[in-house]
């Protein structure tokens, strides 16, 4: 659970753009424009680590309660380390006075309450923010007075919450609620296109932040980064870069702290040399293992490498290939 300052969120969000060119990123940036316009609770899908609350975020900054606080509350701690008093404040009456708590709501009160993985939020827990949001009203543990809620609700998922709704694991009204409005992130292998410059993008923060001059890039490391799955998305390259900028050493980035193997070319164990002799040495090499194949079958062993007979016997007399 946080409370960001406005004044440092806005500060990270104007260093921090949607970055990408990719028509998913040109919609990110569109979609952010418009849910920021309208006051209505969003539900967003998408994998762990393609920022939904870097998106959520933005949303508040741009939104008409920019100024107001934006408060986290992750949903599968709810039950577990936040209580009832942590999510509605507390009243305690002393001999001389009242002690008051504020909860997580309270301070959300004409802002943005984030509810992070609704998916997790256990049935209880479920009741009581369907009974709040629907009435905008609450009150502290122990308390009796009534206290309004004016508070837009943005969730996010890593599952079809849809499908708990069906199994009846999930309030149907309170789905609902939460979902007046939906956005998808898209996970980063559906836009590789923009992998080059959010890498670029982290390779400037991290060497600035690190205070590092900013190293040139090998190209193995581009493919590979490329080529890679990114299962956790943005978050895991973030990562990736940040490693290699602070181990590798100064003025270079190395592709051993990389956290997977660098992807090498099938030829990559041959030296620079004479090609002809390369190429004689890649021949026979194929020849002996197709003729192996077919148990030295030449008709076979032929139409395999995609050569007349003809030209098989030729380069079998040529490089001294016995007839198995």
């Known amino acids: 659970m946080s409370i960001e300052q406005n004044e440092k969120t806005v500060e990270v969000l104007q260093d921090e753009p949607i970055i990408g060119n990719s028509p998913e990123a040109k919609r990110m940036r569109r979609a952010v424009k418009k849910l920021a316009k309208i006051d209505s609770n969003v539900l967003i899908h998408g994998e762990p680590g393609v920022g939904k609350e870097f998106v959520a975020r933005h949303i508040h900054m741009s939104s008409s309660r920019k100024n107001r606080s934006f408060v986290k509350i992750n949903c599968g701690s709810l039950g577990r380390t936040l209580d009832q008093k942590s999510l509605f404040g507390e009243e305690v009456e002393g001999d001389s006075a009242v002690t008051r ?19 997790k939020l256990n049935q209880e827990f479920q009741d009581e923010l369907l009974s709040v949001l629907a009435d905008g009203k609450f009150r502290r543990v122990g308390g009796r007075e009534t206290i309004d809620l004016d508070v837009r609700v943005i969730s996010t998922d890593e599952e079809d919450v849809s499908s708990l709704v069906d199994r009846g694991v999930f309030n149907r009204e309170l789905y609902h609620i939460l979902n007046a409005l939906t956005l998808r992130i898209p996970s980063l292998r559906e836009h590789k296109q923009d992998i080059p410059e959010l890498f670029n993008y982290f390779l400037k923060r991290f060497s600035a932040e690190n205070n590092r001059t900013l190293p040139p890039v ?33 003025g270079e980035l190395s592709p051993d702290f990389l956290p997977f193997r660098i992807k ?8 620079p040399r004479n090609l002809k002799g390369i190429v004689s040495e890649v021949e026979i090499y194929l020849i002996k293992k197709a003729l192996s194949k077919f148990g030295g ?17 030729f380069k079998m007399k040529k490089y001294g290939i016995p007839k198995e």
């Open 101 to 119: 708590t504020v909860g997580l709501l309270e301070k959300s009160h004409k802002g943005m309450l984030y509810l992070d993985n609704i998916s």
């Open 218 to 250: 090998e190209s193995e490391i581009f493919e590979s980064i490329l080529e890679y799955d990114w299962k956790g998305n943005v978050k895991e390259l973030e990562n990736t870069v940040q490693n290699l900028v602070v181990m590798s050493p100064e």
């Open 264 to 271: 090498k070319h099938q030829f990559d164990f041959l030296e």
């Open 297 to 313: 079958n030449q008709v076979k062993a032929a139409k395999l490498l995609g050569i007349p007979e003809a030209t098989l016997r």
